[in-house]
């Protein structure tokens, strides 16, 4: 299709979005800050969660409420089936093989542990893991963890000056004593979407287990696990319409199979005796503990609105509505933009001359605009990019253009205030 042709169309389906209907199902939304009409613009850090999933949760609380897989009572079957339900949905949703492969962890941050735990327990002093320079500390810290016990090498990739990833120093990083490559899909600063299908093909042709924490791509990209070959996939409900307290790994089967339980206790056990204890079949063999059970159930519901809603249309959407915001805040005098890549999330962040962060935030919440301020757990990037932290604002799909255009108003107003 001719370049021009697919722009239009793909403006046609943006419109498609009736954020007005969307919007009902968010009550939060109607709410002021300030005086002011809430601007909700924090969505990376949280999206807000529809009326389904509230409902989810009040219809168990109510009705059904009983710990999982550990009664033949009829509460406890019900709330068992719901979460299995809900197994089955993610699997559908990021096309993994089998329910065996979704592993429910607390959110993307335990899901790494648990791969840095398990997987990582059976690397050597000098085996090498590559990171990029543009992680969420969830995705840093647990590997200095393992470093620190192990000996393992961490390796980083850089950035160009678009904040994009050097592609050919990646490459280059890979010898063998390399054992993993973990990246972000998206940059939760930046908003660069990685070539990770390609990343992942070049480190699978060196024989390297491959992590891609999918936090920031999952809310606003159709995630096919299969089709990007990755043997781990880890996110979070929060961030994807849901409720907080619930997270996913998707791991490939053979490997997950042979990976040691990395915490122990109830629900991840076969037969326990003070001599010896045998594991659950996979995937509770990682699932220690009483799980958070009405979460879960309440984020089938979640994913049920993404799919209604539609995964393409949203991220038409969003970045539609990021795009205006962003050539409306270049026009004001003093602003920089980080994070240029040609292919992009709906984030935007933003410094305004020498203006802290905070004090930027403070003004934008005083006109009700909420976005977040700082180094975003992204504190290596920081000193890559030399600033202290940056002002954010991302879209979810129940923003408005009207809400990108409050956003430039309110940079602004600010920047009238702190530059005179
Ligand atoms: N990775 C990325 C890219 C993120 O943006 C975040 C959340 N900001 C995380 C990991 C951690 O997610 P959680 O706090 O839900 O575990």
Redesign the pocket.
Known sequence: MPKGIALLVRLIVSLMIDTEFIRKEFPILERTVAGNPLVYLDN??TSQAPMRVVREIERIYTGMRANVHRGVHTLSQEMTNLQEDCREKVRQFVNAGSIEEIIFTR????AINLVANSLGSTFKTGDEVILTVME?H??IVPWQLLRDRTGIVLKVVDINDKGELDIEQYKSLFNDRTVLASF?HV??VLGTVNPVKEMTAFAKSKGVTVLI?G??AIPHLKVDVQDLGCDFYTF?A??MYGPSGV?VLYGRKDLLEKMPPWQGGGEMISVVTFEHTTYADLPFKFEAGTPDYIGIAAFAKAMEFMNETGIREMEEHEMRLCRHAEEGLRNIDGIKIYGEADKKGPVISFLLDNVHPYDLGMLLDKQGVEVRTGHH?AMPLMERLGIPGTVRASFAVYNTLQEAEALITAVRRAAAILQF
């Open positions: 990376t850090a959110g993307t941050t335990e969420h969830a995705n972000c940059s939760n924490d936090a920031q979070s929060h961030k997270g757990c």
